[in-house]
């Protein structure tokens, strides 16, 4: 069973920059698709970013392309969300998720998930 733990999420600043990290325990860290989810207040969760095993590929919601970068590093176990140039509207919970099986944008096809992380920026 994968377990997953994120960190670095804080109180920023629009136009500021955080950066996430979410690190793997249990199971084969390179062989899962690894993904970024947010969810803010009585909204739905959606999808932020994903990174295959090897990192060769990554994808990124149209929302936050061209300001956040996701990367890993399967050394350390370790996926990243760099977020720069946060809006308002980036305000939400971040979740780090694991997939095993072929990538879909989706929540339902990430089935380990960590316990989120703050993610709140001030206009």
């Known amino acids: 069973q994968v377990q997953l733990v994120e960190s670095g999420g804080g109180l920023v600043q629009a136009g500021g920059s955080l950066r996430l990290s979410c690190t793997s325990s249990?199971?084969?860290?390179?062989?899962?698709?690894m993904g970024w989810f947010r969810q803010a207040p009585g909204k739905e969760r959606e999808f932020v970013a994903a990174?295959?095993?090897?990192?060769?590929?990554?994808y990124v919601a149209g929302s936050v392309k061209g300001r956040f970068t996701i990367s890993r590093d399967n050394a350390k176990n370790t996926v990243y969300l760099q977020m720069n140039s946060l809006k308002p509207e980036d305000t939400a919970v971040y979740f780090c998720?694991?997939?095993?099986?072929?990538?879909?944008?989706?929540?339902?096809?990430?089935?380990?998930w960590g316990q989120g992380t703050q993610v709140t920026v001030s206009s």
């Open positions: 249990g199971g084969t860290f390179s062989t899962y698709i």
């Open positions: 998720a694991a997939s095993g099986s072929t990538f879909k944008p989706t929540p339902e096809n990430f089935g380990s």
């Open positions: 990174i295959s095993g090897t990192g060769g590929a990554t």
